[in-house]
């Protein structure tokens, strides 16, 4: 037996037999190529890259019903099939080295995988694997390579492989994959969004897996702990099985309780919203039981079309949608947030030496007024069909909410010119996601009705921990006496001064941190992965407020992020056993 640890990208237990599928090994040829063999060499590139690009949109066509932000990854896909650099310098190593079109076009990419791995960035690095796999998709072409395909599955299996391609995603039997594991990609890989899309339990990121697993062992993809296990012993095998079993049912009593009220012990309610980023999502929010969008990120509206930056009506379109879809619960629609981890080319295109610091979120759109008017004209006019609050990112200082605020201002005179009607007493919020906003909060709910605090980016920039960056992983500490301290600070001058604030960081969504979060002050909404809210709502239900601030104010005299994080596990552990013991969650521990 072999247990191996990887990164967790989809919950649930799967256990079956391995198909193992290794991508790895076309064999190139290098030959040299006469003169008079160059043009001949080039037309069979462009030729191979083509029948690629087709292959991608074929795909996508079928992708669309699975997930937008799937769609997203192929789009990129072809967008690298069309980058100038990667087909020029193999042209160049074509016509100057005469080389045949696939050696050439391998030289190419050692040559981009070398300056990656001089790279120190995981979002760079992740880009990686997408190059490696579309430039390998044009290499099978090129020789004609017949891909193993994984619709000849016709059994459950567990698929392993080195990477899992978009076209292999679509190809395979679905009923038939239990579940999933890989050599390369990350929390935000196309695996990860694939399989959790589905339910199907995946691991990735365990290097020389292909190695050590064989076709036909028997595999157990333990999503919950981000594990693998290679031909477990019978021990093991039964425990797994129990872990399955209770995770499925843990799962299906979670869900059984969505309609229940969501409110604290002693009757506080706590609105518990999904995070979206398109209009897909919102049956889930409504599945497991969410009362609103409490965070709509907008920007994938814009990622996913490569063509032309969408038009006032087309987002008009999209948020009607959306609000008609959850009404008569509200939509926080977010302005644009590009920039830093999601840029997009057309918008931002300097490059910066500091994205995180540099001109992203509402400062972005504040240098493109005309952008911020289609954005704000398309959210008033949906404004009509429902309850619509706007939010702005990324926010530094209250003087951005009043400039935000005079766009808005004249979009509004601008509809009323021409008639359009429009909710006038629309909302507006702030997202409290910098330490200056955070300070200033006081200055910035002069100008806003709300705020929503964004705890992914607040908790980077006072820890200064860069949110995507492995190897300060180790540092981004939600519960540091830092985050507690100012977010207490935070809730403390909301409540002053009668303004409600939310949460829409991955924070909010995190059952460990529901106690203490409430404890720390007056909490109106939690918005979350919808898959969150049942998780959050059963805590929430247990607790009466004065419990947790007992427990926020013990957190509060506590000294370093480690103390507190002890703290919280060993209270939750107590008062939740089967939600928070990791070992024994689902029955581990018991064997
Ligand atoms: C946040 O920063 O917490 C947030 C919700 O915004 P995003 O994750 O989209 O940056
Ligand atoms: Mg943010």
């Not at 890989?189 to 899309?197: K, L, N």
């Not at 995180?356 to 069909?385: C, K, W």
């Not at 920039?461 to 860069?466: E, F, G, H, M, S």
């Amino acid at each position: 037996m072999k247990k191996l640890s990887g990164i967790q990208v989809s919950p649930g237990v799967a256990i079956g037999e391995a198909y193992l599928l290794d991508r790895s090994k076309i064999c190139v040829i290098k030959h040299k190529i006469s003169e008079d063999q160059v043009a001949g060499e080039i037309e069979r590139l462009r030729t191979a890259i083509e029948q690629s690009k087709s292959q991608m949109q074929d795909i996508k066509k079928r992708a669309g019903s699975i997930s937008d932000k799937y769609s997203i990854i192929l789009d990129t896909y072809t967008l690298l099939l069309e980058d100038d650099i990667l087909v020029n310098e193999t042209i160049e190593n074509i016509e100057k080295e005469l080389l045949n079109a696939e050696w050439a076009l391998t030289r190419t990419l050692d040559k981009f995988t070398k300056l990656f791995n001089n790279i120190n960035d995981e979002y760079l690095k992740a880009k990686q694997d997408d190059l490696d796999l579309v430039v390998h998709g044009v290499i099978k072409n090129l020789v004609g390579h017949e891909q193993e395909s994984l619709s000849d599955i016709d059994r459950p299996v567990v698929l392993i492989s080195h990477s899992v391609s978009p076209s292999d995603t679509i190809l395979m039997p679905r009923q038939f994959v239990l579940g999933m594991g890989t050599e390369v990609g990350g929390k935000t890989s196309h695996v990860g969004i694939f399989a959790s899309a589905l339910g199907i339990p995946a691991v990735v990121g365990i290097s020389d897996l292909c190695q050590i697993v064989n076709s036909g062992d028997k595999i157990i993809i333990d999503g919950i702990k981000g594990e693998i296990v290679i031909n477990p012993d019978e021990d093991h095998l039964q425990l797994y099985q129990r872990k399955q079993k209770n995770y499925q049912h843990y799962q299906s009593t979670l869900l059984k309780e969505v309609d229940q009220p969501s409110q604290t012990m002693d009757g506080h309610p706590v609105q518990l919203m999904g995070n979206i980023e398109s209009s897909h999502e919102v049956k889930s929010v409504k599945r497991f039981g969410g009362q609103g969008i409490g965070l709509y990120r907008t920007e994938y509206l814009y990622l996913g079309n490569t063509d032309r930056l969408p038009t006032e009506n087309d987002l008009y379109q999209n948020f009607k949608e959306v609000v008609r879809a959850v009404h008569p619960c509200p939509v926080v629609i977010r302005t644009l947030d590009i920039g830093a981890d999601k840029p997009l080319p057309g918008l931002n295109q300097k490059s910066e030496a500091n994205p995180a610091l540099g001109l992203r979120g509402i400062r972005l759109s504040l240098t493109n007024p005309d952008h911020l008017m289609s954005q704000l004209r398309g959210i008033l006019r949906a404004s009509l069909y429902g309850k619509i609050k706007i939010l702005y990112p990324m926010i530094s200082s209250a003087e951005e909410v009043a400039e935000a605020n005079r766009h808005l201002k004249k979009a509004k005179e601008d509809l009323r010119e021409q008639q359009i009607p429009f909710d006038e007493d629309i909302l507006v919020g702030a997202m409290i996601e910098t330490p200056a906003a955070a300070i200033s909060v006081e200055h910035i709910l002069k100008e806003a009705d709300f705020i929503s605090i964004g705890t992914n980016d607040l908790i980077q920039y006072l820890l200064a921990v860069d949110r995507v960056n492995e190897n300060v992983a180790h540092l981004y500490q939600p519960f540091h006496p830092a985050v507690l301290a100012t977010l207490k600070q935070v809730f403390q001058t909301a409540e002053a001064m009668n303004k409600p604030v939310s949460i829409c960081g991955e924070l909010g969504g995190d059952p460990l941190a529901t106690f203490l979060l409430l404890g720390l002050g007056k909490i109106h909404e939690l918005s979350m992965e919808p898959h969150s809210i049942p998780k959050v709502k059963k805590i929430l239900r247990k607790v009466s407020l004065g419990e947790a601030r007992q427990i926020a104010d013990k957190a509060l005299a506590m000294g370093s992020a480690e103390e507190i994080n002890h703290f919280i596990l060993d209270e939750m552990r107590q008062r939740f056993p089967s939600d928070f013991d990791r070992d024994s969650a689902y029955g581990e521990k018991n064997s």
